[in-house]
């Protein structure tokens, strides 16, 4: 089908959906913080009762505006890129002098925490319904994308031609077919999706036979996974062998025999160990009881020592009793000697 923009009376609706869909959620998120702005530091005002005021003024914003992109901005950032940073102007253009001023006494983590309050609460309760934003995001987009990046908007002479297109417009909306996803996409993004989608199944990075999601690869091959390696339950007996979980038990029946011997080989190394240690323990016990009785026996001696040296010392004192008594009596036969000499001596004088 040729491309013709300018002739034609049924023009192709369809549109890049991710880039709407982003942009209808920062409408929501620009409405939220437009509000904030609106009632920062106004007692008497709720966030949510500026709502309405916010959408109109948000609405006129983008119809009397042209839409031209910041000067930072330019044609290689995505038509969202170009609507979310036109977004940013019109919250900066509603953000009011006191709440600038109080902004610098409040933190701005404080506001930001209060802006995503509010749009959580928004977008819970429908206050701002998607269809509507999404309606506003499209027009706003087709605005701003001069090179139909993001919209189709082909134009075709009949119905006929526009529904023969659309079954194969790039734009055409697909939802991802991967279990569990759901994620509306348009056609052209299909395989960019596919090859991040975390649903996807993939084959076994390890080759088991299983088919795993994308985001369960990882701990899959860590914990379930049949061809994660293993060691041999029998390592610590000595089986060096590493091999696939799910390979263990054929292994196993596989090396019984094997097995069976080192289990066997190590525990007689472990008697060898136990009768050692048995030996050990029964020497230290005997040196232990040895020790205490010859500590008793020193003592033993001790108090025998010091009764036979009292004998001792007693029957030394009574010798020496003796022994002065014998030498006084020797003394004193040496005085009768000496007496006798003495009369001998006078004896001879006399005779002489
Ligand atoms: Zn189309
Ligand atoms: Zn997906
Ligand atoms: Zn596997
Ligand atoms: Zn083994």
């Not at 709502?51 to 109109?56: G, R, S, Y």
């Not at 019109?90 to 925490?113: G, I, N, P, Q």
């Amino acid at each position: 089908m040729e491309r013709n923009t300018e002739s034609g009376d049924v023009e192709c609706e369809y549109y890049d959906v991710e880039q709407v869909h982003a942009v209808a959620r920062y409408l929501l998120r620009t409405v939220a913080t437009a509000c904030i702005e609106k009632t920062y530091g106004d007692l008497f005002r709720s966030p949510v009762s500026a709502l309405d005021e916010a959408k109109k003024e948000l609405i006129d914003f983008l119809h009397t505006r042209p839409p031209s992109p910041p000067s930072d901005l330019n044609a290689t950032h995505s038509p969202s890129d170009r609507a979310k940073a036109l977004l940013d102007q019109f919250v900066h253009s509603k953000t009011k002098l006191l709440s600038r001023v109080s902004s610098k006494l409040v933190s701005a983590d404080k506001k930001e925490d209060k802006i995503e309050e509010l749009e959580q609460d928004l977008q819970h309760n429908e206050k701002w319904i998607f269809g509507q934003r999404e309606r506003i995001a499209k027009d706003f987009i087709k605005a701003l994308d001069s090179t139909r990046s993001s919209i189709c908007a082909l134009k075709f002479s009949s119905h006929e031609e526009l529904a023969e297109h659309k079954s194969i417009c790039p734009f055409k909306p697909i939802t991802c077919e991967n279990q569990g996803c759901g994620h509306v996409l348009s056609g052209l993004h299909g395989a960019e999706h596919d090859a991040v989608c975390g649903y996807k199944l993939l084959p076994c990075e390890q080759a088991c036979d299983a088919l795993i999601m994308r985001s369960q690869m990882d701990k899959h091959c860590i914990t379930t996974c049949p061809m994660k390696l293993v060691q041999c339950p029998f390592f610590h007996v000595g089986c060096g062998h590493t091999l696939p979980q799910g390979m263990v038990e054929e292994h196993c029946s596989a090396s019984m025999g094997s097995h069976l011997n080192s289990v066997l080989h190590s525990m007689q190394k472990q008697d060898v160990v136990v009768s050692s240690l048995t030996q050990r323990i029964l020497l230290l016990e005997k040196a232990l009881s040895i020790s205490q009785r010859s500590e008793a026996v020193d003592l033993g001696n001790l108090s025998l020592t010091v009764r036979q040296q009292d004998a001792k010392i007693k029957s030394l004192e009574s010798e020496a009793g003796k022994l002065r008594q014998e030498l006084k009596q020797a003394n004193m036969s040496s005085e009768v000697q000496k007496l006798r000499r003495e009369l001998q001596t006078l004896q001879k004088k006399f005779e002489s």
